[in-house]
């Protein structure tokens, strides 16, 4: 399996700030032959589904508000919210299709309001 | 707009069967459809996935146990985990895969107990 490793597990920043979140594969998620990164970030806020926010490592899932930026490549990865706002409170997680054999997930960056 | 939602028994006995379906609102175009778990408080594992052509992929770990199947008459496509034990407490949910193993429609999700 493809391990993900996020950074923080959690992290408080005050309203407008910039947060970040960093997510890597224990191998390249990046095919050679598309030159695509199969990266996907999702949004979890407590008691609702996982919501997709980014694919392709840094394409924004329509309707998902610019603030949200995805960026890197083979095996590190950034999750970015320009200005964080208090609906922005969730736990964010990073995802690899890569391997075929199997999907895997980070274990989960928690984002909380200071 | 795509919508899933789970069904299935809320409390599963030790070395039971687990049994949930899932019933898709549109389910045309091509995709694949997977099931997805999170034990309370934890983070998130793929089960597996099913194409309405009858393929499926399984997360290794659970390959043995596991058995997914598409009746696409009714728009459903269901799970089978077997001999379950307490590891297997989760919320499951059923989820769209875009073929590139992108989650972009997901049901709510439904507890399972795995419980004497």
């Known amino acids: 399996d493809i391990v993900m490793t996020q950074s923080p597990d959690s992290l408080a920043m005050s309203l407008g700030e910039r947060a970040t979140i960093n997510c890597k594969s224990s191998?390249?998620?990046?095919?050679?032959?598309?030159?695509?990164?199969?990266l996907a970030w999702y949004q979890q806020k407590p008691g609702q589904p996982p919501k997709l926010l980014i694919y392709w490592a840094s394409t924004r899932e329509s309707g998902v508000p610019d603030r949200f930026s995805g960026s890197g490549s083979g095996t590190d990865f950034t999750l970015t919210i320009s200005s964080l706002q208090a609906e922005d409170v969730a736990v964010y997680y990073c995802q690899q299709s890569y391997s075929t054999l199997s999907w895997t997930f980070g274990q989960g960056t928690k984002v909380e309001i200071k | 707009q795509v919508q899933l939602q789970e069904s299935g028994p809320g409390l599963v006995k030790p070395s039971q069967t687990l049994s949930l379906t899932c019933t898709v609102s549109?389910?045309?175009?091509?995709?694949?459809w997977s099931w997805i778990r999170q034990p309370a408080g934890k983070g998130l594992e793929w089960i597996g996935r099913?194409?309405?052509?009858?393929?499926?992929n399984y997360n290794p770990s659970l390959k043995s146990r596991i058995a997914i199947s598409v009746d696409t008459s009714k728009k459903q496509f269901s799970l089978q985990l077997s001999s379950v034990t307490v590891a297997d407490t989760a919320v499951y949910y059923c989820a769209r895969d875009d073929g590139n193993g992108h989650f972009d429609y997901w049901g709510q999700g439904t507890l399972v107990t795995v419980s004497s």
């Open positions: 191998q390249s998620v990046l095919h050679r032959s598309n030159k695509k990164n199969y």
């Open positions: 099913i194409h309405s052509s009858g393929s499926t």
């Open positions: 549109i389910s045309s175009g091509i995709y694949y």
